[in-house]
């Protein structure tokens, strides 16, 4: 089964137009929609991601223990 991919936009009322394909006419067709990424919605900033994310991995030990333990364990 061959695949067509192409860019189009999204009509006011939701049309979607496909470039003149003629051996589509007729057929069945599956349809996957995948927003384009580009848009100022979609880019984050540096300081976006980390507002978003900040606290999200905290340590309740402190980070030395940690390596402590890891190298405790590697070298036994």
Do not use: H
């Not at 006419?25 to 900040?54: L, Y």
């Amino acid at each position: 089964m061959k695949a067509y991919k192409f860019n189009t936009k999204v009509s006011q009322n939701g049309i979607i137009k496909i470039p003149n394909k003629q051996t589509l006419a007729g057929k069945n067709v599956e349809v996957i929609i995948v927003p384009k990424a580009g848009s100022k919605k979609d880019n984050f900033s540096a300081e976006d991601f980390i507002e978003k994310w900040a606290g999200f991995l905290s340590l309740e030990k402190d980070e030395e223990d940690y390596k402590y333990q890891y190298l405790s364990k590697k070298y036994k």
